[in-house]
Every structure is written in structure tokens, then in C-alpha cells.
């Protein structure tokens, strides 16, 4: 027979105190910050981060610290004629071949324009020896080995829609996982469509608000957003005509909202007879996440090329 149970003694017994909550992930999950201190662990010196995509200028990209960063929004300035779409095709034609996917919009040249350009920069060939068929036995291997490289590059050429930059970001969601996307240029990319009542932008006040709709485009598409620009406010009679960011105009929108801005400088153009011929200066007029300077490159004009003077090809 079972004995009896001895009463309790004590009263009732105190109930478990509840353990604090943790405002922190759960479940072994990495905080936000934890994971910024582990991709920073794993990083390599020599290594550009995983964020990166480079220019293919090795003097460029070694300032930038391995070149631009997906989200930014990077402007590429220059005069007119100071050769800055031709620069901009450079670094996609680059970076495309250093396998990032990237999306060049044009509102100035179809696909079939831009192509005949990437073979005249690779191929080292005249627009016009091109269209004419004016090339001798080298040049067209050259042309023909610059079709065959180009063939299955990560690139592609759209036009730069006329509408909203909604439409632009419609576009650019039909590449699969895109890097880097160019978009030349500026003043030609429509502003974001006005409040109903609202007049219809300057243009100043239209370039600005365009810069601000493709910065966050940029962050919300996490590309690298390359956007060649006009100078509006330059004068080339000034003691020195090189670009400031002052005149990149739009009410200031450019340089507050632009991440890393680069000014294209050729002083042939403003002093025939000075200076090397062909001779041009990538000046870093603002850099957000890091210095200021200025990387030498050469301009083969008539290849419509561009060359890292201390990285010759």
C-alpha cells in the first residue's frame, strides 16, 4: 500500500522568474553590425571588397580603393568634346570584361552606334576607316578579334527611356543582377513625373531632381550608378579651366547627392601647343568614403580610346 505524501511545507511554491527579452536576433542569428565586423575580418589587402565594381583604370581604382561601390552614385563630368562618353563606354567595355554585369543607357546613340564604338576603342581603328571598310590586314584582325572578345561580355546597351526614371529602373530590372549601370547623360534623363497642379521643372531644377531619383535608384537597385554629366556653369577663359564642382549646376543637387565625382581635363583643348598632346587628367573633385587626387590618362582620339598612363595596355 502507498504511504501517504508529507505535506508540504513552505507555503506555495514562488513561481520562475521570466528571462529577459533579447532586443538582439534570436536563435543564433548574426546582428547587422556583427556581420559588418566579420566581412571586415575576412578582408584581404590587395582584395577589393565583395561591394566593388572597378573601373578598369588601374590608377583610378587603386585611389577609389579597388574601384566604385555598389549603391553609389558616381558622376563622370567633362566639357564638351573633352571625350567623357567615350571614357564612360571604356569602363563598361572594362568592367564588363572583369565579369560584372553592367547596363549602359544612351540618349544620345543606339545599340548598333555604340557597338561600332567598342570595336574602333578595342580594335584600335577610326570611326571612319570603320564605316568605310578603309582597313588594312592588321586592323581588321584586330576589329574581328574585338567582335569574337565582345560576343559574350556581360553587357548591354538600352536607350535611356524618355519618361520617368520609373521607366529607367523597369529597364534595368530586366538584366539579370546587374553591377554597374551607366547612363549618359545627365540632362537628358526625364525628372521624376511632377505633383498634379505643379508646372513643369527648369532645367536646373529638372537635373536635380533626376540626381536625386538615380541616387536612390542606385541603393534600391545596389548598383553602381555612373552618370556622365554636362558642365553648365563652365567657363573655359578662367586662369584655370579644369572642373570644379561648382559647375556642375543643377542648385548644387550633383555634388550633395553624388558619392564620388570625376572631372575629365584635357589641356589641349583650352591651350593647343602645351602640355602632351592627347594628354588627360581624371581629377576626383569629391570622394565620400575616402581621398581626393587625380589619375593620368591618355586619349587616342581618333580610336576614341583611353589609356592608364601608368598602366599601359
Known amino acids: 500500500m502507498a504511504e501517504p505524501r508529507a505535506p508540504r511545507s513552505g507555503g506555495p511554491r514562488p513561481r520562475p522568474r521570466p528571462r529577459p527579452r533579447r532586443s538582439g536576433p534570436v536563435g543564433g542569428e548574426t546582428s547587422p553590425p556583427e556581420s559588418l565586423v566579420a566581412r571586415i575580418d575576412a578582408a584581404r589587402p590587395g582584395v577589393p571588397p565583395p561591394d566593388t565594381v572597378p573601373s578598369g583604370f588601374p590608377s583610378l ?63 584600335k581603328a577610326a570611326i571612319d576607316d570603320l564605316r568605310q571598310g578603309r582597313l588594312d590586314e592588321a586592323t581588321r584582325a584586330a576589329i574581328g578579334a574585338a567582335a569574337l572578345s565582345q560576343r559574350d561580355l556581360p553587357l548591354r546597351f538600352v536607350p535611356l527611356p524618355e519618361g520617368s526614371p520609373d521607366e529607367l529602373e523597369a529597364a534595368l530590372q530586366a538584366v539579370p543582377r546587374p553591377r554597374l549601370a551607366i547612363v549618359d547623360y545627365l540632362q537628358l534623363v526625364p525628372p521624376p513625373s511632377p505633383a498634379p497642379g505643379r508646372a513643369a521643372a527648369r532645367q536646373e531644377e529638372r537635373a536635380a531632381l533626376a540626381t536625386r531619383a538615380l541616387k536612390a535608384l542606385a541603393v534600391r537597385r545596389d548598383v553602381a550608378l555612373l552618370l556622365v554629366a554636362q558642365l553648365p556653369h563652365h567657363r573655359p577663359d578662367r586662369p584655370d579651366p579644369r572642373p570644379t564642382l561648382a559647375d556642375l549646376g543643377a542648385r548644387g543637387a550633383v555634388k550633395q547627392h553624388a558619392d564620388l565625382v570625376l572631372g575629365l581635363y584635357r589641356e589641349e583643348m583650352y591651350r593647343p601647343g602645351h602640355g602632351i598632346e592627347g594628354a588627360a587628367e581624371l581629377i576626383v573633385l569629391k570622394n565620400r568614403n575616402g581621398p581626393t587626387g587625380f589619375a593620368d590618362l591618355y586619349f587616342h582620339r581618333r580610336w576614341l580610346r583611353f589609356e592608364d598612363l601608368l598602366d599601359r595596355e
Not at 571625350?83 to 572594362?94: T, Y
Open 61 to 123: 581604382d587603386r585611389m577609389l580603393g579597388g574601384g566604385f561601390r555598389r549603391q553609389d552614385l558616381v558622376v563622370l563630368a567633362g566639357d564638351i568634346g573633352s571625350g567623357k562618353s567615350a571614357l564612360a563606354l571604356a569602363m563598361a567595355l572594362r568592367a564588363s570584361r572583369l565579369g560584372h554585369p553592367t547596363v549602359y543607357f544612351s540618349g544620345e546613340m543606339g545599340e548598333e552606334r555604340l557597338r561600332e564604338r567598342t570595336l574602333a576603342i578595342e580594335g
